[in-house]
Antibody, heavy 117, light 110 residues
Framework: QVQLQESGPGLVKPSETLSLTCTVS?????????WGWIRQPPGKGLEWIGS???????YYSPSLKSRVTISADTSKNQFSLKLSSVTAADTAVYYC??????????WGQGTLVTVSS | QSVLTQPPSASGTPGQRVTLSCSGS????????VNWYQQLPGAAPKLLIS???HRPSGVPDRFSGSKSGTSASLAISGLQSEDEADYYC???????????FGGGTKLTVL
């Protein structure tokens, strides 16, 4: 049973860097698939942020690319998201998910990150 | 504004068949697989339909997907009260080189 769990601060100050980690259980991220981050502002729709392959190959949303870094720690079976220079517009529930060819088949429960001073 | 266009709301009565639409372009729906997600209130999205109308294990066959040109549809037959949720379409976009989502359709079971 593949399970994903997001963790990280629930409150980030404007202009600082948002950092989240996704811990995967029941499947080794070394075994394949891409691993992605998706966010959902309160009351709004889903937005793909970016994805990483276990080899380190990454691809990001063009609208967020300048501020996003996704990395993986295969020894801990985790992958992480860093989003720099955050503003209130980055307030959202952040989900991690397993991805295959653009399809996200397993999701974490999500974690709310609020950007506020 | 989302790259894929979905009507914001839809409704149906129990037992009815409803169809949700998703409109895109040649760089996304027109050339790639469309995926559909169901998001129940307060929950994470769940994959409903993936490549070529494939349903993951546990998804009832009441749910089916189709595509024609640059548009896609999700059909739900025998509508049930537990189908009340937000539904999102998504696809890979060759021009943006990334995944794009629709804005979502809120389905109400009357």
């Amino acid at each position: 049973q593949v399970q994903l769990q997001e963790s990280g601060p629930g409150l980030v100050k404007p202009s600082e860097t948002l950092s989240l980690t996704c811990t995967v259980s029941g499947y080794s991220i070394n075994s394949g698939y891409y691993w992605g981050w998706i966010r959902q502002p309160p009351g709004k729709g889903l937005e793909w942020i970016g994805s990483i392959y276990h080899s380190g190959n990454t691809y990001y949303s063009p609208s967020l690319k300048s501020r996003v870094t996704i990395s993986a720690d295969t020894s801990k079976n985790q992958f992480s998201l860093k989003l720099s220079s955050v503003t209130a517009a980055d307030t959202a529930v952040y989900y991690c998910a397993r991805e295959l060819s653009g399809s996200f088949d397993h999701w974490g429960q999500g974690t709310l990150v609020t950007v506020s001073s | 504004q989302s790259v894929l266009t979905q009507p914001p709301s839809a409704s149906g009565t129990p037992g009815q068949r409803v169809t949700l639409s998703c409109s895109g372009s040649s760089s996304n729906i027109g050339s790639n697989t469309v995926n559909w997600y169901q998001q129940l209130p307060g929950a994470a999205p769940k994959l409903l339909i993936s490549s070529k109308n494939h349903r993951p294990s546990g998804v009832p066959d009441r749910f089916s997907g189709s595509k024609s040109g640059t548009s896609a549809s999700l059909a739900i037959s025998g509508l049930q009260s537990e189908d009340e949720a937000d539904y999102y379409c998504a696809a890979w976009d060759d021009s943006l080189n990334g995944v794009v989502f629709g804005g979502g359709t809120k389905l109400t079971v009357l």
